[in-house]
């Protein structure tokens, strides 16, 4: 709580009945807490059993982790029909309940004479349809599948769960029965819309004398997301050699996240990764909500685990003494790390249990500096907000990262999870924490900042194979002011990445370029689109309306060939939300870009920005009333 003027104004996390609750895959977890971390003892075995028979028995880090995810339940409340057959009679059909589901197989509630019954059957096909949001993305489909019971076990209510395995995993059964259509679709649909886009840009070139501007604008956009397309499917990721696990320090920035923590902390704690080779710091920002009791809490749990999991020596929390932002809580945890790696994870970001093992791949590159995973969205179907989001954060890894790792030159480490070498964080922190744009302390763009200055000397590249989930907003208010804190912070580095870029490979640096220019100059381009051209020259502005649903069915089909999701529709709706909305946040990124409010949380700078604001609308009330008081007498 700070005291300016005798007035209090205080950090909080605002909890309101009209937030919407986020919708989230329900996972039946293991219950080991520590199940994925590898066992020097082998009393445990870290395979998962319902992948096993598939996907090896974990001596193959690949194999290990498909068969990890294959082998995932997540928890479901559908009906299924259980259609049983024998050879001389005729087929029987059970309605039941099912209550989790994997890759691999499924669980239904059945009665107990309805479990007796089909014991007398050979064979078995269960249908179902898997709903979006019951699964990970790409498995809504209708299903009709063999399969045969592997186990039962009685529950309350004479009740039976049946154990049913699949004949062949969903993912198999999907690329045959829904995957190939899908790929077809979106890769004619694709090649028909870039072939459109190029015969566009090619009218631009023959109009270019007409109107240099907008043609030259026009054909600069068209190159430069043809070519984030190209080069982002032509990426191919570092692949995995099991003997390379250098040291790696997880470090959690925290400040007011009760909600989310004890699940990230869990997520980064339980890697496949040697335990002598891992730690994990969490650095509380001085939070004030319950968010340093539920870290004490799940560190606590987590230290009762087995010795040979090495809880004690390898997680630790830092509680800082006043709230100083999120680069002092990382450069807090830098300076205790006792490993080589540095990486930094949201704490509102999950990894997957492979995660660390992906990411530290690219470090076999001795002049590789920083990496970054691929960041989905954890909450995709809570509404058509995180649904939009979804497909632009998988777009915007999968493709446009992508796309620059091709050059070993990603300019953005994302927050959410990125790794980078301990020496090169140590050597720019004072430089780091210290940076200011027009006097104001720089409290936001922290990855951007620092991806900078590993850009100047070393080669930064993206793991797709390194992923993580992140809480994303799901009402439009917040979303916004996070949209406009990013248009700020990918200014103002943008800005300073153009005064080395150049140094980089000449292709990288001429495509950062164009990409600096096609938003910035954006906003005029539509204005004259839109208004200009109507009004003045009395003419409908067709070939714009045209051009702009080219670029997002490019989106929106791009996810569906590479996810096989039913959001693609999404990427339609998201690329006009943002011509609309979003679009228009840039002029006033370009006014204000030195602002150093987050505005979707209360740090010491929006603190300040709410004090001096009160304080005039304080002085707007007394002048009225001093005025209402004169017109009085």
Request: proline share 3%.
């Amino acid at each position: 709580m700070n005291n300016r003027n005798g007035k209090n104004y205080m950090i909080f996390s605002k909890k309101k009945s009209r937030n919407i609750e986020d919708v989230l895959l329900a996972e039946n977890g293991d219950r080991r807490l520590l199940s994925n971390v590898p066992d020097v003892e082998k009393i445990r075995s870290n395979v998962d059993r319902r992948g096993e028979k598939i996907f090896g028995d974990g001596n193959d880090i690949k194999r290990l982790s498909q068969g990890k995810k294959a082998g995932t339940r997540f928890k479901v409340d559908f009906e299924a029909l259980l259609v049983c057959g024998k050879s001389g009679r005729k087929k029987q059909t059970i309605h039941c309940q099912v209550e989790d589901i994997s890759s691999t197989g499924l669980s239904i509630i059945l009665t107990e004479e309805d479990s007796k019954r089909i014991e007398e059957f050979e064979w078995y096909a269960l249908k179902f349809e898997i709903i979006p949001g019951s699964m990970p993305e790409g498995y809504e489909m209708k299903v009709n599948i063999k399969a045969k019971m592997v186990r039962r076990r009685a529950v309350a209510d004479n009740k039976i769960i049946c154990g049913m395995e699949f004949n062949k995993t969903l993912s198999e059964y999907a690329s045959k029965k829904k995957d190939r259509y899908s790929l077809v679709v979106a890769s004619g649909l694709l090649l028909a819309v870039s072939i459109f886009i190029i015969l566009m840009r090619a009218e631009s070139v023959i109009y270019f004398k007409f109107n240099k501007a907008l043609y030259l604008y026009s054909i600069i956009a068209a190159v430069f997301l043809l070519s984030r397309y190209l080069f982002g499917v032509m990426y191919k990721q570092v692949p995995i050699n099991p003997e390379f696990t250098p040291g790696v320090t997880i470090i959690v920035p925290c400040f007011n996240e009760e909600e989310w923590i004890q699940r990230c902390i869990l997520s980064c704690i339980n890697q496949d990764y040697p335990a002598d080779r891992i730690e994990v710091i969490i650095v509380d920002d001085c939070s004030n909500d319950q968010s340093v009791e539920k870290i004490k809490e799940i560190v606590e749990i987590l230290y009762q685990e087995a010795n040979r999991y090495q809880t004690r020596d390898r997680l630790k929390y830092l509680v800082q003494s006043e709230n100083k932002g999120k680069r002092d809580a990382l450069a807090w945890g830098a300076e205790r790390a006792m490993h080589e790696l540095l990486v930094f994870v949201d704490s509102d970001s999950f990894l997957d249990p492979f995660a660390i093992r992906n990411i530290v791949q690219p470090f076999q590159d001795p002049k590789m500096g920083g990496v970054a995973g691929r960041t989905d969205v954890a909450n995709t179907y809570t509404n058509g907000l995180t649904k939009m989001q979804a497909v632009r954060y998988y777009i915007s890894f999968r493709i446009m990262k992508a796309a620059e790792a091709y050059f070993d030159a990603v300019t953005c480490l994302s927050g959410p999870l990125s790794c980078y070498r301990k020496k090169i964080v140590l050597d720019n922190k004072e430089q780091w924490l210290n940076q200011t744009f027009f006097g104001q302390k720089a409290t936001f763009g922290d990855d951007r900042s620092m991806t900078n200055f590993v850009l100047q000397n070393h080669r930064t590249s993206y793991q797709d194979s390194a992923v993580c989930s992140t809480i994303v907003p799901n009402r439009y208010n917040i979303f916004l002011k996070q949209q406009m804190r990013w248009k700020r912070s990918w200014l103002r580095e943008s800005l300073i990445a153009g005064s080395f870029i150049w140094k980089k490979e000449p292709f990288m640096a001429v495509f950062f370029y164009m990409g600096l220019v096609v938003p910035i100059a954006a906003p005029i381009v539509v204005i004259y689109n839109l208004i200009y051209i109507p009004l003045v020259l009395r003419v409908f502005p067709t070939t714009f309306f045209v051009g702009l649903l080219m670029m997002a069915l490019l989106m929106s089909l791009m996810q569906l060939f590479m996810r096989k999701s039913t959001t693609w529709v999404f990427g339609l709706l998201f690329c006009l939300y943002y011509e609309a909305i979003l679009l228009w946040q840039m002029p006033i990124a370009w006014v204000t870009f030195w602002k150093s409010t987050w505005g979707t949380r209360m740090t010491p700078q929006d603190i300040e920005e709410q004090r001096k604001k009160d304080e005039q609308r304080e002085k707007r009330e007394a002048k009225r009333s001093t005025e209402d008081i004169a017109d009085s007498q």
